[in-house]
């Protein structure tokens, strides 16, 4: 299964794909998506949509995760983050790609073990469940490889259950 792991941001948004075999994750490509804040929103917008299209279009994922906004302290700041985001669902939705969409608290506890985990434990442990040699930069694209990496889990653990967990206790995620 390919997965594609998007953290949305209007300046900068990250992306990661992966692909689950046999319990295995490994990454496929990551990169990040950069727009000037000189430029109008509209066309910033398009730009993260074009560029999503285009990884689609390259690594034909099977599904996406898209981490949701955290508001935090400064709602201000989690504005341009939901535009950023919406242009993230949009790609998928024009590509034909499910998307799941998962907390930050979710992303961190599925991929460190515990949803307080900051910046670092994150990073390393995608490093880690990746096997890569290095520590995936910008940070954007360690998240959207961590979102990813969550999404393959849950699916994983769907499918070995048959669902049988959810139908028994409910989606604790809902």
């Not at 709602?75 to 939901?82: E, K, L, Q, Y």
Request: net charge neutral; glycine share 8%.
């Amino acid at each position: 299964m390919v997965v594609l792991g998007i953290d949305p941001g209007l300046a900068n948004t990250g992306w990661g794909v992966i692909e689950e075999r046999r319990g295995e994750c490994r990454c496929r490509a990551y990169g990040c998506i950069r727009t000037d804040c000189e430029t109008d929103l509209a066309a910033r917008l398009r730009h993260i949509v074009d560029e999503l299209v285009s990884v689609v279009d390259r690594y034909q994922p099977h599904a996406a995760a898209v981490e949701g906004i955290y508001f935090g302290a400064n709602v201000r700041s989690a504005i341009p983050t939901a535009h950023a985001r919406g242009a993230a669902l949009v790609a998928c939705s024009l590509a034909g790609v499910d998307v799941g969409e998962y907390t930050p608290m979710q992303i961190k506890q599925a991929v460190v073990g515990t949803g307080a985990a900051d910046k670092r434990q994150v990073t390393f442990m995608v490093r880690n469940l990746l096997h890569l040699d290095h520590d995936p930069k910008p940070d954007h694209a360690a998240d959207a490889l961590a979102c990813a990496i969550c999404h393959a889990n849950l699916w994983r653990t769907a499918a070995a259950t048959s669902g049988a967990y959810v139908k028994e206790k409910g989606n604790p995620y809902a």
